[in-house]
């Protein structure tokens, strides 16, 4: 052979590689490829694509990192990584919805080689042929296990401050129930109550009540009821002290009514009360001092 012409054809050869090397380098889906793979190796989520037998077809490095298998991630089936107790209930679920529905999200627990589990948030879909066939099944995968724990630690504090606020509301409650009708020991079996503020039935019944458990508590034979502090008696309080000195006497007590002001006097004579079975007395004052005779 003429040696110019093998030199030349040679040459050929050479320019003809340089070209495909160059058309390679610039083909617009080798680039996208590089790119994608780039992305997927990088990314610190796990990433995966299974078939539907559940046969492993490509993990990417942190894949391997997360469920500490390595480059023998392949060579599991892809419900190894899930925790036992999601394989036949929860997994089960996700498979079943992303196969109707085309994409699922969840929490799923699962396993790493040395045992140990972590709670992962699960999002994974089907991939598509160019004739719109399900090809596949792709998925991420996040360790949330930090967060799930933040969650819980949030869902504690939430529950003492609603259990701190009960009882804050429970001793605020139990300090305006003490306030509303207080019950104070004079001397010995002797109580007095200083009434203050407008009376509702929510508030008479409270009265009564609290006057009932003193006098059996405390073994009274005298309770003083003072009114110097209510605005206006009108039928309902007049009514009010009747009942509570109904109550009273049928254990054994006596009750003395102070603090009735003239305008008072006047508003129950009006009202036609009668409240003669009540002994009364000018103030508190006088009622302690009769009953220490």
Known sequence: MNPSLSVLQERIIELEAQLAAAQQHNDPRQEKQHFLEALFENAIDSLFITDFNGTLRYVNTTFKRMLGHGEDSLKQPTWVYV?????????????????????????????????????????TFLIYDQTGEPLARGGFIRDISEQAQHERELQAQRELQAQLQEEIITAQ?????????????????????????????????????????????HHATTVIIDITGVPVVDTQVAHTLLQATRAVKLLGSEVILTGIRPEVAQTIVGLGVDLSGIRTMANLQHAVAWTLQ
């Not at 209930?89 to 589990?117: C, F, P, S």
């Open 83 to 123: 925790a036992e107790a999601d394989r036949n209930t929860r997994l089960q679920e996700a498979l079943a919805h992303v196969m109707k529905h085309g994409v699922w999200i969840g929490r799923l627990n699962y396993v790493r080689a040395d045992g140990t589990t972590f709670l992962g948030l699960l999002s």
């Open 173 to 217: 409650r139990r300090a305006l129930h003490e306030l509303a009708s207080p019950l104070m020991p004079l001397a010995h079996r002797v109580l007095a109550m200083p009434l203050i503020g407008s009376l509702d039935s929510h508030r008479t019944q409270q009265i009564i009540s609290t006057l009932l458990e003193g006098v059996e508590a």
